[in-house]
């Protein structure tokens, strides 16, 4: 029997729904339909064997490769997505057997990779409306399986704060670097905070990698301060709403900028969404981002009864106002991501903070 995980049957749901129903909605800025519904002309997927072409005909699939062609009815693309959703809805498990008929089904369509094979970060491109509109690479985040994060850039994606104000001597760096303490789980704050409290101050010093700190420094050059701060209180108030965050910096203003910039202007704001923007679109911390988009062109956005919408870069605000109220910051491991510990570098201590974007949980 067939069995495979739930991202790789949730992959296989959208791209079945789609061909089934030929078309799919914009999403608007609070995850619900625009009211614009895109025709689909075409949906191509990279195969054990090469590119796929699916082209959505009246009746029909038309399935094109570089040496076969054949054709299926479009009802049995959406017999099976329904089968696949209800069997994602039955079993809570990571590992979900395949449905009776469907193991048949995807011999038929001699699909052997449940994820699509791509180095690009697309799960598959859409020609919407007809075969004069460019293709569209496409990438799903799913609440049907666990949603990859926006930004997980492990060690890459640290912070760094320079501690002054006091010099600790080595066993109370230990001390504070290795006391537990069970009535705050929250280790990184529990250490900000200690430091504090000895008359240490933690002040934002630099963008840890050299990578990350040129690639932020194309959204802006400060943007680096702006997002320590975001980061220090998520673990310090337990806030973590990316929109949250930023009322919070428009009032704290890390940057002294004029209050004119953040009330009419909306800096603060407008900096971060170019920020989730970016990451949406190709920018990650460990590889050298120019501004140039990747070929991830938009999301495909599942919820959780299967639901599906499309956001795209031409959308751009839209797409914008979806990712600043659906984004939060999320807390990694400290041990995995080194951070989170009070460190020595050239003769002076640093304290780094991690940053991880994913989407709200529901």
């Known amino acids: 029997m067939l069995s495979a995980t739930r991202k790789e049957w949730n992959e296989l749901y959208v791209f079945f729904t789609l061909l ?33 072409k699916y082209y959505v005909e009246e009746e029909l699939i038309r399935v094109v490769s570089s040496d076969n062609e054949t054709e299926f009815p479009r009802e049995d693309f959406g017999t099976v997505s329904d089968m696949i959703l209800s069997a994602l809805r039955e079993n809570r498990e990571d590992e979900v057997e395949a449905p009776d008929g469907v193991e048949g089904f995807l011999d038929a369509l001699r699909i052997f990779d449940m994820e699509a094979r791509t180095d690009d970060r697309t799960n598959f491109y859409i020609t919407f409306h007809d075969a004069s509109f460019p293709p569209v690479g496409l990438r799903i985040y799913s609440r049907l399986c666990a949603m990859q994060p926006l930004l997980d850039g492990g060690r890459t994606a640290n912070l760094k704060l320079e501690q002054s104000g006091v010099r600790f001597s080595q066993p109370a760096v230990n001390k504070i670097n290795y006391t537990d303490d069970p ?82 202007h909306l800096y603060y704001r407008h900096k971060i969404k170019e920020f989730l923007l970016a990451l949406a679109l190709g920018m990650r911390p460990s590889k050298q981002y120019n501004g140039t988009e990747s070929a991830v062109a938009g999301f495909v956005m599942v919820d959780a009864q299967g639901n599906i919408l499309v956001y795209r870069k031409t959308e751009r605000e839209v797409f914008a106002n979806y990712l600043f109220k659906h984004t939060r910051l999320e807390k990694g491991n400290p041990e995995k991501d080194k951070y989170g510990y009070l460190e020595r570098e050239n003769r002076l201590y640093y304290f780094k903070l991690n940053l991880k974007v994913a989407f709200v949980k529901r």
Do not use: C, W
Not at 27 to 52: A, C, T, W
Not at 192 to 206: A, P, Q, T
């Open 183 to 264: 009535e705050n789980p929250n280790e990184v704050a529990r250490r900000m905070m200690y430091i504090e409290s000895l008359g240490g101050v933690l002040k934002y010093n630099d963008v840890a990698d050299k990578i990350f700190r040129s690639n932020l420094a194309l959204i802006d050059l400060n943007i680096g301060r702006v997002l320590t701060e975001m980061v220090r209180v998520m673990h310090l108030d337990n806030i973590n709403k990316v929109d949250e965050l930023t009322a919070i910096i428009e009032d704290r203003n890390p940057l002294k900028i004029k209050e004119e910039l953040i009330r009419k």
């Open 20 to 52: 089934h129903k030929g078309s799919v909605s914009l999403g608007n800025e609070e995850g619900k339909p625009l009211g614009r519904v895109l025709p689909i002309y075409m949906i191509s997927r990279q195969e054990h064997d090469g590119e796929r």
